[in-house]
């Protein structure tokens, strides 16, 4: 069983940053996979940025250039820097492990931007 912990979230201004951080119970090194997702009200989870063992670094196309996936194995620990923040970033931001076939999630953390 995998557990992971989000935190950092908050309320910041458009153009500002936030990074959040990815707390797992288990060693990042051997999960398949890494990474962000978030859901805004009344849309589709999307993927933010994830880091695979099969393709590498995978970025949304909306915040390429804007955010950054990286890991701790040491702390066994996923982070996402997220510059330059839209009112459109607005969601809730969840982190992501993929493990023996079996996806797992944090409980999410809010992040909203004001215009």
């Known amino acids: 069983q995998v557990q992971l912990v989000e935190s950092g979230g908050g309320l910041v201004q458009a153009g500002e940053s936030l990074r959040l951080s990815c707390a797992a119970s288990g060693s990042i090194f051997s999960f398949n996979a890494v990474g962000w997702y978030r859901q805004a009200p009344g849309k589709q989870r999307e993927m933010v940025a994830t880091?695979?063992?099969?393709?590498?670094?995978n970025y949304g196309d909306s915040v390429k250039g804007r955010f950054t996936i990286s890991v701790d194995n040491a702390k066994n620990s996923v982070y996402l820097q997220m510059n330059s923040l839209k009112p459109e970033d607005t969601a809730v931001y969840y982190c992501?492990?993929?493990?023996?076939?079996?996806?797992?999630w944090g409980q999410g953390t809010q992040v909203t931007v004001s215009s």
């Open positions: 992501n492990a993929v493990w023996h076939r079996n996806n797992y």
């Open positions: 880091i695979t063992k099969t393709t590498g670094t």
